[in-house]
T-cell receptor
């Protein structure tokens, strides 16, 4: 079974629109970590955020914000006032405390911001 | 330079040949990982290592061999390359319970 599901394969928005990327995870562990990575067209993987299972506070970093809800096993990512530079593939990942730091990645969401 | 590097960045080989992808990190991170990225599959773990001389299989290990004699190096060998191993390969490193840092990737084509 897929541990991390990113149901949105591709999203297109017009510049300055807000967009939310969904991530649903599955784990039986009480201690786990969630991550978001960005992969721009140049191909590198850029770390965006790490969240542990005991910290449900939402986080905001500039135009980026993350909504972690254990009740729905979701860790959604919102980009406010999107820009062309936000065009990338975004990956959500899960790491469980008892699995040697293995990451389980979702299949990614490809975001295109249209100028 | 500090960080994590992969070589070569691009490789074309033929079916049946052995090829080794190199990964080197300068942070002395204990954990290292190899992933392959294919359209529609995201990143899939091939092998990982928790420390020198300790390696373990990931989700898709068949056809691959790894070794880790030194903390900083984690080579990935395709013993007899097949067309299905055409992919982009990423190496990553981390310490426990933190984010993984990724290398720039190696694009491998098997003809």
């Amino acid at each position: 079974a897929q541990k991390v599901t990113q149901a949105q394969t591709e999203i297109s928005v017009v510049e300055k629109e807000d967009v939310t990327l969904d991530c649903v995870y599955e784990t039986r562990d009480t201690t786990y970590y969630l991550f978001w990575y960005k992969q721009p067209p140049s191909g590198e993987l850029v770390f965006l955020i790490r969240r542990n299972s005991f910290d449900e506070q939402n986080e905001i970093s500039g135009r980026y914000s993350w909504n972690f809800q254990k009740s729905t096993s979701s860790f959604n990512f919102t980009i406010t006032a999107s820009q062309v530079v936000d065009s990338a593939v975004y990956f959500c990942a899960l790491s469980e405390a008892n699995t040697g730091n293995q990451f389980y990645f979702g299949t990614g969401t490809s975001l295109t911001v249209i100028p | 330079d500090a960080g994590i590097t992969q070589s070569p960045r691009y490789k074309i080989t033929e079916t049946g040949r052995q090829v080794t992808l190199m990964c080197h990190q300068t942070w002395s991170h204990s954990y290292m990982f190899w992933y392959r990225q294919d359209l529609g599959h995201g990143l899939r773990l091939i092998y990982y290592s928790a420390a020198a001389d300790i390696t373990d299989k990931g989700e898709v290990p068949d056809g691959y061999v790894v070794s880790r004699s030194k903390t900083e190096n984690f080579p990935l060998t395709l013993e007899s390359a097949t067309r299905s191993q055409t992919s982009v390969y990423f190496c990553a490193s981390s310490v426990l319970e933190t984010e993984q840092f990724f290398g720039p990737g190696t694009r491998l084509t098997v003809l």
